[in-house]
């Protein structure tokens, strides 16, 4: 009877209680004793039981207030405050750090909503927030000028993502710090993010948007700047900023 299964089994009693997973823990896997399961069984319905899964839900609330701030306090604004509550119990939790938690809420938003700016919004604050946790090292010295890259392909970069905003994302941020009426939608303004850009975003120009677009899947090089040779400039910005790589 490993200490280390009664272990799993206790966090995942705590996960699926917390969830709505209940019905699918299954327990069967681990190396439990006949003791050890009708304990279990009996700790569901103690008090202490209950007060650390209250604990572990408090916790997890705190966390996506730290992982996404700016995403909340639009739900918030939208009356859209219960898709929390709706994550929290259709996602169990399968991590303790910020960058998991902010990926799994983004993907529950996208999924479960259609409002574009709050899309936008929840892509923009997770991809800041793996950016800050997960410093990259820098970037190759090589530039898509040099001959030694000419055989070289170029994609988008690890932690680099194009968003698109319906509205200009300055005006967005100001109208929730400041209880502000939000913006109306206005058209598309992209938004670059990436590990080399100053404050880790900016506006992207419809030329970097088009590359960028291009680079999602492998591009040669040579054959990337023979559609446009003005793009030799645009192509090294973006690798210098960490946008993109050469593969």
Sequence with gaps: MPLHDLQIAMVEMIHSHTSDAADNMDLNRLDLSAEERTWLHALKASKGFK????????????????AAPLTLRLLDRLQLQALVEEYMRATPCRSLYFVPEAMSFKTFICEHTKDPLLHALTMFESALKAIHEY???????????????????????????????P??????????????????????????????????????????????????????????????????RVVERLISERALRLV
């Excluded at 007060?51 to 730290?66: F, G, H, S, Y």
């Excluded at 090292?137 to 070289?152: H, L």
């Excluded at 120009?205 to 040579?222: G, N």
């Design 135 to 165: 410093r990259l090292s820098p970037v190759s010295p090589m530039e898509p000028s040099s001959n030694r890259c000419r055989n070289f392909s170029v994609t988008v970069a690890p932690m680099s993502q194009l968003i698109e905003f």
């Design 51 to 66: 007060v650390t899964c209250d604990v572990q839900k408090w916790w997890r609330k705190a966390r996506l207030q730290i």
């Design 167 to 232: 509205a200009a994302p300055e005006k967005l941020l100001c109208a929730l710090m400041l209880n502000q009426p939000l913006p109306n939608a206005e058209g598309p303004h992209p938004v670059l993010v990436a590990p080399g850009v100053r404050k880790y975003w900016r506006a992207a120009t419809t030329m970097e948007r088009e590359v960028l677009h291009q680079c999602a899947a492998p591009q040669p090089l040579d054959s990337l700047l023979e559609k446009g040779p003005h793009k030799i």
